[in-house]
């Protein structure tokens, strides 16, 4: 018999994207920036002001790992919050964020203005020009993303504030986040021009969910980013929602916001999990699953972790709509190692006998 073929990374993402077969679960790695500048041998600093050095870098990694899909990119740390009138720390071997909030009470909210184009401020207006100097390289970037509108809002604001007056003072919060995402869907749609006009997968992460009861996400999370989506859909191939905090609470809705692909690692028991989001009209592809920070950087037995990797494969796998990845971002310091044993252990307990089954890899002798 004929030896099956290999599909691509690529090729096995997109089946599991669409529910269909891929010879085994695709393998998915979102690697951090400072991971990606020790692997450079530069400080972040250095690293993230060399747009050569980081499609040279991206481009060593994809190949190191080339069994798996590398989310790797251009970077400009929290980009949309700066462009909206943030001051962000300057650290030399760590990723920015957000020193100085760029509205302190409500009277800021109303008075706050979204620039006229995102090309025209920094931060957007940097990035852009990265990716239009990027392009260049002959390298097309596979798709955009950034934080959403919450998470936008809440870093302007500060989350203490944003959480308080989300209760306390509801209109204005609603008036910050409608700003914060008419300048995020502006900036997407310019990046995505860009590019040509389409972008393979558009990611959006809004880790504020997580810290909402689910009636605060259903009034200030759940119809901005079904805005968002409706806006963006026609750009894309793939809405990517992520988020690496408890999602349980609004599992079942992701869908119906207009997202088909979920990155996470806090959403629940695994079966319960799994078989809400197969039962589901507005079903979506789960990404994850294995804590990037306390399981692969921090767990001190390699075995814990195999047993962990394996049990997502057996449980997720069976029916596609499965993508094995960590939680979040692969985090500094993780051993490489762990990232083949990810690969590894995908292709050995991942692989596809039909659609709803996996190969058990004591039989598969018998298979062959």
């Known amino acids: 018999m004929s030896p099956k073929k290999e599909l691509t990374p ?31 041998g530069k400080s972040v600093k250095e690293y993230l002001n060399d747009v050569d ?3 040279e870098t991206g481009e060593r990694f994809k190949e190191r790992f080339s069994d798996a899909y590398c989310a790797v990119s251009i970077y400009q740390p ?4 700066q462009a909206l009138g943030c001051r962000l720390m300057e650290p030399e071997d760590l990723i920015p964020s957000v020193l100085e909030r760029a509205v302190n009470s409500p009277s800021d909210i109303k008075k706050l203005t979204i620039p006229d184009s995102p090309w025209d401020v920094p931060g957007t207006g940097d990035w852009l020009q990265k990716i239009e100097y990027s392009l260049e390289s002959g390298i097309k970037p596979a798709g955009t993303g950034e934080f959403g509108p919450i998470e936008i809002a809440a870093l302007l604001y500060g989350y203490n504030k944003f959480l308080f007056h989300m209760v306390k003072k509801p209109e204005i919060i609603h008036t910050l986040i409608e700003k914060c995402n008419e300048f995020v869907i502006q900036f997407q749609k310019e990046w995505i021009k860009l590019i040509g006009g389409y972008s393979t997968i558009i990611l959006i992460a809004d880790h504020v969910s997580g810290f909402m009861r689910k009636q605060y996400v259903d009034e200030f999370f759940a119809p901005y980013h079904t805005d968002l989506c409706k806006e963006l859909t026609p750009l894309t191939g793939a809405m990517f929602y992520h988020s690496e905090n408890k999602s349980d609470h ?14 996470g690692q806090e959403w629940g028991p695994h079966q319960e999990a799994k078989d809400t989001v197969m039962g589901l009209e507005n079903r979506f592809t789960l990404v994850g699953q294995i804590p990037g920070r306390d399981v692969m950087l921090r767990e001190p037995s390699d075995e814990i972790l195999r047993e962990k990797i394996i049990e997502n494969i057996k449980i997720y796998g069976p029916g596609s709509g499965y993508i094995l990845s960590t939680g979040g971002g692969i985090n500094r310091g993780t051993p490489f190692e762990r990232l083949d044993m990810m690969i590894d252990l995908a292709k050995e307990y991942g ?5 709803n089954t996996l190969i058990d890899p004591d039989q598969r002798d018998g298979l062959s």
């Open 10 to 40: 690529a090729t096995r993402m997109l089946k599991a994207l669409a529910y269909l077969k891929p010879d085994r679960v695709p393998v998915l790695f979102f690697p951090e920036f400072d991971l990606m500048a020790d692997y450079a």
């Open 53 to 55: 050095l980081q499609i």
């Open 78 to 81: 929290y980009a949309v919050a």
């Open 250 to 263: 609004f599992l079942h809705e992701i869908g119906n916001w207009g997202y088909v692909m979920f990155h």
């Open 351 to 355: 692989e596809y006998k039909t659609k």
